[in-house]
């Protein structure tokens, strides 16, 4: 069965400061990793990554997958209020499936 | 996201009674992905569908479950005598079905059962 593990569960953190969230899987037929956003509503899509160690980048977030130890991080910098939500990690797979792990929770306080 | 439009927004049943819950996907869109959420949990995959065929429901309870995605509509998720564990946010998407990240997500509906 395809699994996605995110870690930590929750976190919070001061306004400015730096948050790496952290995502490692075992799936069959790996194709993609993706970063969603979640606030109270649906998932927005952040980042879909393919090939490891290319850095992907939006604006105080970034983003990287190493294909090699099954896991990705997602970097927040200089955190801001706003960011506060849930991280959700997903895993695409041939066939078209997406399988989540749990999320992080992240709470910037100001 | 605003493209796919799922509803009820919010959707109350009482033990036994059925729910009927619809995803309209994005125009374009032909591939529809229901997913569920529980209290404090990921996303879970429910099911696949494409237009009159469902593709992957590896996800979906083997009972009392059922979607469609017809040939004219929405796509129906439909839970027969719902039990309180179904409460739960339910989660549609749409794709052109090329890649998975073309996927967007609808505002969900939230399903409680009293």
């Known amino acids: 069965e395809d699994k996605v593990v995110q870690s930590p569960l929750s976190l919070v953190v001061h306004e400015g400061d730096t948050v790496t969230l952290n995502c490692s899987y075992e799936v069959t037929n790996f194709r993609s990793l993706l970063w969603y956003k979640q606030e109270k509503k649906a998932p927005t899509f952040l980042f879909m990554l393919t090939s490891s160690g290319i850095e992907k980048k939006s604006g105080r977030l970034s983003s990287i997958l190493d294909k090699k130890e099954l896991f990705s991080i997602l970097n927040i910098t200089a955190t801001q209020t706003g960011d506060s939500a849930v991280y959700l990690c997903?895993?695409?797979?041939?066939?078209?499936?997406?399988?989540f792990g749990g999320g992080t929770r992240v709470l910037v306080k100001p | 996201n605003a493209g796919v439009m799922q509803n009820p927004r919010h959707l109350v049943r009482r033990r036994g009674q059925e729910a009927r819950l619809r995803c309209s996907p994005m125009k374009g869109h032909s591939h529809v992905y229901w997913y569920r959420q529980l209290p404090e949990e990921g996303l879970k995959f429910m099911v696949y569908l494409q237009k009159e065929n469902i593709i992957d429901e590896s996800g979906m309870p083997k009972e009392r479950f059922s979607a469609e995605f017809p040939k004219e509509g929405p796509s129906i998720l439909r839970i027969q005598q719902v039990v309180r564990g179904d409460s739960a946010a339910y989660f549609c998407?749409?794709?052109?079905?090329?890649?998975?990240?073309?996927?967007?997500f609808g505002q969900g509906t939230r399903l409680t059962v009293v």
């Open positions: 997903a895993v695409g797979t041939a066939g078209n499936k997406l399988t």
């Open positions: 998407a749409s794709s052109t079905g090329t890649y998975i990240s073309e996927a967007f």
